[in-house]
């Protein structure tokens, strides 16, 4: 009985609300559409193309493995090709399930396999996602001076874009300094957090057996050599997935500045970072078709911007989608009745 009141008080509305904010975006994606222009679109694309930048594509995320090899070797020196299916496994699950539950499935994985405590796995991946924010801002950065600077012709890029880009490197540069505070300063972070939970009653007394984990997570950044192989590595990932969303433009015929291609992914990653979606369906086709109009131009504009963002998040998101599943199905990861505690279990073997 306990187990279907939470299925419903839970999930349920977790599930309505991504499924709203989706639908709404949706709406604003695809209002005052022509649908045959958009079909016309798809059907002049150039397949070998798309399938170019499907192969960047996953060339960057196994990037994305030896990025995370770099932050879990003061824990645990894992090789890139076993951390490759755990990445996919989160990306896949971050596809299908609202609220980033990928993350939470992708450290529980890295547990199971390897035996990296569950909160010392979520905070590399926490790790993961502020290098992620480094990048972008610095896409942002670099399209927005080319948009001043009138590059190839480019126009402003406007005032939102340029708000988001101030507002990032405050954000990121302020995430920073405060891990790196933590990762040279590990005590003092310690007595801070037992501090914090003391003053409030809610948490007061509450076990944080896990905090010690959660710090070692982040100690890569302590180590030059570790924060300069994350560093190098999430911009390559990041230079992978450009230029694959600039073969992407290139099928679809759009012939914008390299520059806008960097905006598109910082706005269209930006916007999703908000945990409510599945996958991002909905507000990520809206960023990319908003900031594909402001530079393109012709008779059928709209309906090739659709067709693109439509195409680029389908290319981003299935393929990876069904290779994560399989490797979940593969590696038999029991997802329920698990204990809570990221401390809970014992160590398990390595494999």
Not at 75 to 96: D, H, R
């Amino acid at each position: 009985m306990k187990a279907w009141v939470h299925h419903l008080t839970g999930r349920f509305p977790r599930a309505v609300v991504g499924l709203t904010v989706s639908s709404v975006f949706i709406v604003f994606f695809l209002r005052n559409t022509d649908f045959s222009g958009v079909a016309d679109a798809f059907r002049d694309a150039d397949l070998l193309l798309i399938l170019a930048a499907v192969a960047v594509y996953f060339a960057g995320l196994y990037v994305r493995a030896i990025r995370w090899h770099y932050l879990l070797r003061h824990i645990q020196a894992i090789p890139p090709y076993k951390l490759f299916p755990i990445i996919a496994i989160g990306f896949g699950t971050n596809n299908v399930l609202p609220f980033r539950a990928g993350e939470v499935i992708r450290a529980h994985t890295l547990y199971r396999r390897h035996g990296v405590r569950r909160a010392a796995g979520l905070s590399s991946i926490f790790l993961t996602r502020v290098f992620d924010g480094l990048m972008l801002t610095l896409f942002l950065c670099v399209g927005v001076g080319a948009s001043l600077a009138g590059f190839e012709g480019m126009g402003y890029a406007g005032d939102l874009l340029a708000a988001a880009m101030a507002f990032l490197v405050f954000g990121v540069s302020a995430a920073l300094v405060l891990i790196y505070f933590i990762a040279t300063h590990p005590q003092e972070a310690g007595r801070i957090v037992h501090r914090i939970f003391d003053a409030l009653p809610l948490l007061r007394g509450r076990e944080i057996g896990w905090l010690d984990s959660l710090i070692e997570g982040l100690s890569a950044t302590a180590q030059r050599d570790l924060f300069l192989g994350a560093l190098w590595t999430s911009a390559l990932a990041w230079g992978l997935e450009a230029l694959m969303y600039f073969l992407v433009g290139e099928a679809f015929g759009l012939n914008v500045p390299f520059p806008v291609y960097l905006l598109i992914a910082a706005a269209a990653n930006i916007i999703i970072t908000a945990p409510s979606t599945s996958g991002g369906v909905g507000p990520f086709e809206w960023a990319t078709k908003e900031v594909v109009l402001i530079y393109l131009v012709g008779v059928n504009s709209e309906e090739v911007a659709i067709a693109y963002a439509a195409a680029l998040h389908g290319l981003v998101l299935i393929p990876i989608a069904v290779i994560g599943l399989f490797f979940l199905w593969l590696y038999q990861v029991p997802l329920r009745n698990e204990p809570t505690s990221a401390e809970a279990d014992p160590q398990p073997q390595p494999r």
